[in-house]
């Protein structure tokens, strides 16, 4: 019998048990092998998702939304103070902070902390509501993304893609209140511009509605909501609803 095998009696019969022997990768132990082919694939995979919310099931919800769709790794803590302990370790590509109780003093405080200690990498603030204040207040602290949970989720998705792509997302909603609320009147729409009802549809879309949901809304046939979307896709040059909700904020945003 040869050097790799030994005899195992089994219920008075006898087989032949084949000891596979582990290749020592050049002299590496097994156990090192593993460990480098480890620390290789951290290496690749690259800086992580942190994911900042107090509350355990919402924390656990979005960590597994996010990382469904990206292929990052994905990290959580419950506060911003539990986050600082582990930047010693390394940064982040993306920090989202979660904010439940709109604009507070706390929050305002735990963004503006948060700021200084990432500069430089993008912060996406997710809030309970359409805040118009807080989404003031976070993009004059620095943050990339201001999400709120009452968008649709395709939509989200989408948003914090586009903020690490380098973009600057809020949504339309917000953006027109903050670029009217000093302004006395609107002119009228320039050619090729989108109108105000296109902008009714565009708000639908980034909340994740379907035309049949916009109709009923905006008291109008279904087949004029799919008129609209198709205006509004062509002025954006979108492929689909998705890019459209994207590049109206990205537009108005400019």
């Known amino acids: 019998m040869s050097a790799d095998s030994s005899l195992v009696r089994i219920n008075g019969a006898s087989r032949v048990r084949r000891v596979v022997q582990i290749d020592h990768l050049d002299g590496l132990s097994a156990k090192s092998a593993l460990q480098r082919d480890a620390a290789q694939s951290d290496a ?30 994905v990290e959580t803590y419950s506060s911003v103070m539990e986050l600082e302990g582990r930047l010693q370790h390394g940064a982040f590509c993306l920090v989202m902070l979660s904010l439940s109780h709109g604009n507070s003093p706390g929050n305002t405080n735990a963004l503006g902390y948060l700021s200084s200690l990432v500069p430089g990498v993008p912060i996406v603030v997710l809030s309970y509501k359409n805040d118009l204040e807080l989404a003031r207040i976070a993009i004059g602290h620095g943050a990339k993304g201001y999400i709120p949970v009452t968008m649709g989720f395709e939509i989200a998705i989408e948003a914090v893609r586009f903020v690490l792509a380098g973009g600057t997302y809020v949504p339309v909603d917000c953006l027109l209140a903050m670029g009217t609320s000093g302004a006395a009147s609107a002119p009228p729409p320039a050619s090729g511009a989108v109108t105000a009802r296109e902008l009714a549809v565009v708000r639908a879309i980034q909340q994740g509605k379907p035309n049949k949901i916009i109709a009923y809304e905006l008291n109008m046939c279904e087949s004029t909501v799919k008129v609209h979307v198709r205006h509004i896709m062509k002025k954006l040059a979108a492929k689909n609803r ?13």
Do not use: H, M, W, Y
């Open 44 to 73: 690749e995979v690259g800086e992580p998702i942190a994911i900042v919310e107090s509350r355990t099931f919402l924390r656990e919800c979005i960590r597994r939304s996010v990382q469904s769709t990206f292929a990052i790794p």
């Open 242 to 254: 998705t890019d459209v909700a994207i590049k109206a904020t990205a537009l108005l945003s400019c």
